[in-house]
């Protein structure tokens, strides 16, 4: 029987009007991957910042036992020096530090005088950077790397401080499928190496794959711990909906009428190397009614044909027509693009989509002002009405339309840029990654949302890297690569074989 590093007995964490943990236990054997996996919201990140001392003994309930010995972690500090290591979801990385710089912050190489010994410094991060398969040169600036490489120096700068037992929370979760490989290859080659590994996901392939043991936390509370040999994602989908998802997408019957939005010719030059198209003569059309998917890989050009259409330009040069009900409209910003009925949900919903310091309300209304105006001044009222409205129709889980928007997961984020866009009352409906980041559940809800916006006789257009989900929601699909449209089929005809080989199509040289 494996020994146990790590026992938390009986954690509850509670927030003002919110138990966000309930009476929960949970174990580690040592050397093992044990996956936490639950709805976003369940509890998952709440539970390893008490491990972590984020949130500090006295603020919780319970007892923490790790190493044999009962453990009162204060702070990051406390847990960092019995080799306890959390790597957030947001990273922490200081963008104009070099890579070394980042690696040993607070955990400084020191040479005589107290002085950093520079080449201490690079030498050593080096040596980690090696470790962890990173060819990047210590000196380079943080900003310069991809995510992809700033989660593997996040990883190096773990063990420079010993690491023992590492959390990593959703570490796949603005990762490529290529970047997202490597780091879980990475993960359990630590494990060879004698580290205990933590790791909070929602993507169940990711769980399958290295995952030696599987916890399931649903609303606070302990569900069940699955070994390995026992693990199915009907099992775990089960467990943390508290019911069967036998179809993953809600039952659609398409209700499509006339033409809504008709692209001609849209072509778009990247916004810093003009010489570059990304964007290119590309026609597409959706009806009223209508779920329309793009398929396409990374760099296909998906987002920047969004983008542009909706006013995006940002110097780039574009050219093209669209129609809207015949009518040729313009869309060369975005008040343009809304004025005329279109609405894009962005992929990146914390950069663009939100102000994640603001509340709810002001996040629902802000495309929306002049609906809302009462002479020069913005309504107050009828904006609370009109959020809690939303709040309510759309299932957003917060006690009331002032709590800042940060402070929701991931699919109530996301049902509140949908919100935000569905009160613009758009004719057509941009969707650009609308379940990423969000567990089984939300996509659920999220899926029921975009059917019932297309019963309403919207035009949607759906971009996802999923190809699953393309195929189990739209009811017609482009599939787009090197910025071209290289075919289009209606679902019916939408296996994933031939969508992909449409999808890896190279353009004529």
């Given at each position: ?18 138990k966000?943990?309930?009476?929960v ?37 319970g ?7 009962v ?10 020096a ?10 922490a ?15 400084e ?13 690079n ?15 210590p000196t ?11 989660q ?9 401080k ?9 570490p796949t979760?603005?990762l ?10 990475l ?12 790791i909070?996901?929602h993507?169940?392939n990711e769980i399958?794959?290295v ?21 199915t ?16 997408y809600p039952?659609?019957?398409p209700?499509i ?6 692209v001609?010719?849209?072509?778009a030059?990247?916004?810093q190397?003009?010489s570059r198209v ?22 296909a ?27 040729e ?6 008040a ?6 279109l ?9 663009y ?9 002001r996040n629902?209304s ?5 609906k ?17 409205e ?7 889980k ?10 929701l ?19 057509v ?19 029921t ?14 971009i ?12 017609r699909v ?20 031939n ?6 199509m190279?353009?004529?040289?």
């Open positions: 029987m494996s020994e146990t590093i790590l026992e938390m007995r009986g954690i509850t964490k509670t927030f003002p009007g919110v966000a943990l309930s009476n236990n949970f174990s580690v054997a040592r050397g093992e991957i044990h996956a936490i996996c639950g709805e976003n919201g369940a509890g998952k990140s709440t539970l390893m910042k008490v491990l972590s001392g984020v949130y500090p003994h006295g603020t919780y309930d007892e923490i036992h790790y190493a044999g010995d453990v009162e972690f204060k702070n990051l500090r406390d847990s960092e019995r080799g306890i290591v959390i790597i957030h979801q947001e990273l990385l200081s963008p104009h530090l070099s890579i070394a710089e980042n690696i040993f912050l607070n955990n190489r020191k040479g005589a005088g107290g002085l950093i010994d520079w080449n201490q410094t030498f050593e991060a080096g040596k980690l950077l090696k470790r962890v398969g990173l060819r990047e040169n380079t600036k943080a900003k310069q790397i991809g995510v992809g490489k700033q593997l120096v996040e990883i190096a700068k773990a063990l420079s010993e690491v023992k037992l590492l959390i990593l929370d959703e979760a603005a490529n499928d290529e970047d997202s490989d490597h780091l879980l290859d993960i359990l080659s630590l494990r060879e190496q004698g580290i205990t590994s933590i909070i996901s993507k169940l399958k794959k995952a030696d043991t599987v916890t399931v936390i649903r609303d606070g509370k302990t569900i069940e711990t699955i070994a390995k040999a026992d693990v994602e009907d099992r775990i989908i089960k467990d943390m909906v508290g019911r069967d998802l036998e179809h993953r039952d659609h019957e209700q009428g006339e033409e809504l939005l008709r001609e010719d849209w072509t030059h990247h916004p190397d003009p990304v964007v290119d003569n590309v026609s597409l059309n959706v009806r009223a009614g209508e779920i329309v998917g793009i398929a396409g890989l990374m760099g050009g998906r987002t920047e044909f969004a983008m542009s259409l909706f006013g995006h330009s940002y110097g780039s040069r574009i050219s093209g027509k669209v129609f809207l009900r015949g009518r409209i313009k869309t060369r910003t975005v343009e693009a809304i004025d005329n009925g609405a894009y949900a962005t992929e990146d919903r914390k950069t989509g939100l102000n994640l310091i603001e509340d709810i309300k629902i802000m495309a929306s002002l002049k809302l105006e009462k002479g020069v001044l913005v309504d107050d009222n009828e904006e609370f009405k009109v959020a809690n939303y709040r309510k129709s759309m299932n957003i917060a006690p009331n339309v002032l709590v800042p928007t940060g402070k997961s991931g699919g109530n984020q996301q049902k509140v840029v949908l919100s935000k866009w569905i009160y613009s009352d758009p004719e409906l941009i969707l650009d990654e609308p379940t990423r980041g969000i567990d089984v559940g939300a996509k659920y809800e999220i899926y949302i975009i059917n019932k916006l297309a019963a309403a006789g919207k035009g949607i257009i759906v996802s890297s999923e190809l699953p989900e393309l195929l189990g929601i739209s009811d482009y599939a787009l690569s090197e910025g071209r449209i290289t075919g289009e089929m209606p679902i019916g005809e939408a296996t994933p074989e969508v992909l080989k449409l999808m890896t190279e353009k004529p040289r």
